[in-house]
């Protein structure tokens, strides 16, 4: 499982929150208990902590990641110049298929991680991306393998 972070950028956040969250991340059923013994710190710390980070919206929400032998891909969208990025971002994660997508800095400005059964619904997807009457261009990258990183 994992944790999504919100972007709550007027909210504070301290250390002991940041690891709480790094822990949350590679595993958010991770018993309140398991923490505070790795964190050297009281269960009711962890427990009202975290109660606080959803409170706050800093954690948005808990899901779940799956193993899976679906087609997996990355595709980076560059899009027109004074376009709202957000709008198009919201309406590409919004599609089937559409695990995340990122608003980034660098030569894309988009960047979506797809997770489909087949390479039939992948095309699907980038053709209705490059629909959009603001994209310029897309490039996509097929995942080969996943690595999830410990703590």
């Known amino acids: 499982m994992e944790i999504v972070e919100g972007c709550a950028r007027d909210k504070m956040i301290d250390y002991l929150d940041e690891r709480i969250i790094e822990i949350l991340k590679k595993d958010s059923r991770r018993p309140f208990v398991d923490i ?12 009202s902590r975290v109660r606080r980070l959803v409170d706050e919206d800093i954690i948005q929400s808990f899901t779940i990641k799956t193993s899976s032998k679906n087609v997996k891909a990355i595709i980076e969208i560059n899009i027109n ?4 990025t957000s709008d198009v971002a919201t309406k590409i994660a919004k599609f089937d298929g559409v695990s995340e997508v990122y608003e980034v800095t660098g030569e ?13 619904q992948l ?3 980038i053709e209705r991306i490059r629909r959009f009457d603001n994209v ?14 410990g703590i």
């Not at 505070?36 to 427990?47: D, H, M, P, W």
């Not at 979506?112 to 087949?118: E, L």
């Not at 261009?137 to 097929?142: A, E, K, Y």
């Open 36 to 47: 505070a013994n790795q964190l050297k710190v009281s269960e009711g710390t962890i427990r």
């Open 123 to 125: 095309n699907e997807i």
């Open 136 to 149: 310029q261009s897309t490039r996509t990258r097929l995942i080969l393998n996943e690595h999830f990183g």
């Open 108 to 120: 894309e400005d988009i960047v979506a991680i797809i997770d489909v059964t087949s390479s039939p």
């Open 81 to 84: 110049v004074n376009v709202n």
